[in-house]
């Protein structure tokens, strides 16, 4: 038998993600934000042709237990449902209690990406917050009052894009967003919504916007290498050295 080196490209650990069916950041962005020995797997969630936004939120939830199951076989360590939207409709305690569901009958840690973000956000210990929401009024509002019922201040909540919606829009539009804010020295900047790019403009202005920033993309990889005791990434560490330094130590 032939003694082979240790493999190189073998993964030590397989993450899932559910990802809604149009969305062009979360795939990507997850897949630079963990660490290069953990195996990203994709499926996606239902398509809803003919449906608005908040239609198709009412169901996405309902809609991940089966989406999980269309892994088979493959053994996954933790599942991402990379979607914040939807947890908005719901008070932070019953979308803590769904996430709790919907891993038991898994058998596996599975995220929802609002309590990634409450998780990361509960790793910075701090409870001020800016928000940068790329959403219709209508579901920034929900986001307003998620958070509140939290138990964070929300300073101030502040649209991404006057035309744009999260696909649509590029990390330059996100940057020129973000260098506008002048948040608290004691709070945190949330970037809501999987589908808004966010990494470019998090990592240029990491250094310039005085205080950590949270993408729902990067809560997620932070909080399932938390999980799973996986280091951090260059890109995690780039774009939130506060909440890198916690998976480093």
Known sequence: MTLWPAPHYLPTHRVGLLAP???????????????????????RLPVMPDTTLEQRNVVYLAAAEQALGSFGSLHLDAAIIGITGPSYALPPAEDEALQARLSGHALRPVLLAARAIAAALAALG??????????????????????????????????????????????????DGLAALNPPADSVVLLSGTGMPTLDAMAWMQARIGVPMVSSNLACAYTVSAALHLPPSDALRRCCPDLAAKLAG
């Open 126 to 175: 701090r409870t001020k917050l800016v928000m940068f929401s790329p959403y219709p009024g209508w579901l920034s509002e929900r986001a307003e009052r998620y958070w509140q019922q939290a138990g964070f201040a929300l300073v101030a909540s502040i649209k991404a894009s006057a035309a744009a919606s999260a696909y649509e829009m590029t990390p330059e539009e996100v940057a």
């Open 21 to 43: 069916s149009s969305n062009p950041a979360v795939e990507p962005e997850l897949r630079h934000l963990l660490a290069p020995q953990a195996a990203l797997h994709v499926t």
